[in-house]
């Protein structure tokens, strides 16, 4: 099988030039209508799928991706780019879905918990007393399971934190399965709440933490770092 590579911008503009006349006696324009194909949306509904590939799948900031269109002739502004991802999220909805359905059974489960900035998010409230999660601020929880020899990761943007976004995940775990190891850091919001796992805390962190306060407490830390590289 051959197969023909052609270029093309990510999001491709076509113009539609309607011709225009006007009556010498009345002064009345008359426009030419515009062909089928050219339909009444400005943005084809593949356009934020494509936008969305893009950011989250091959790392292209929104204002570098604006630039790209107008090179051509075209124009996609970055706050046109979210506006555009955020309505094709519906269609996408069952897929996550799915994939949340697909990562539960995992035997093997990582999650990490980095703070995030979300303008949208920044102006809701948090739904859960702060008496009780002593929390503020907005999180992108990132779930990672192993699953049949494949990769399932997930993320999940809000004011829930990692171990609560896990509850999730486990709440569609079968009753008969025997609890996930769970790799994350020893934050103490990352383990679950609610359900059980078989909690493995990551050394890299652990050993970070020792490296950075080295000079301030040499001989202790050197011992804990001499051990670990024995035992290595």
């Known amino acids: 099988m051959n197969s023909l590579l052609s270029a093309q911008p990510p999001v491709v503009a076509t113009h539609y030039e309607l011709e225009k006349l006007r009556c010498n006696r009345c002064g009345q324009r008359f426009s030419a209508p515009a062909p089928p194909e050219a339909g009444t949306a400005k943005y084809d509904p593949n356009v934020g799928l494509r936008v969305g590939y893009l950011r989250f799948g091959g790392g292209v900031p929104h204002y570098r991706m604006e630039k790209i269109p107008t090179d051509f002739g075209g124009r996609l502004a970055a706050s046109t780019q979210w506006e555009r991802m955020e309505q094709s999220s519906a269609a996408l909805q069952p897929a996550h879905e799915a994939l949340i359905t697909l990562a539960a059974p995992s035997d093997l489960i990582h999650n990490d918990d980095p703070s995030m900035r979300g303008q949208s998010l920044a102006k809701e409230a948090d739904p859960a007393p702060l008496e009780k999660n002593q ?26 934190h990692a171990g ?54 040499p001989k202790k830390c050197q011992q804990v770092l001499a051990s670990e590289e024995s035992s290595a």
Do not use: W, Y
């Open 164 to 217: 609560e976004n896990l509850d999730q995940l486990l709440a569609r775990r079968a009753a008969g399965l025997p609890p996930p190891i769970q790799m994350c850091d020893a934050l103490a919001r990352n383990p679950s709440k609610e359900f059980q796992s078989i909690l493995a805390n990551c050394l890299a962190h652990g050993r970070r933490q020792f490296v950075d306060i080295v000079p301030n407490f």
């Open 135 to 160: 929390r503020t601020g907005i999180f992108t929880t990132g779930l990672v399971s192993q699953v049949e020899g494949h990769t399932v990761a997930l993320f999940v943007t809000g004011h829930a």
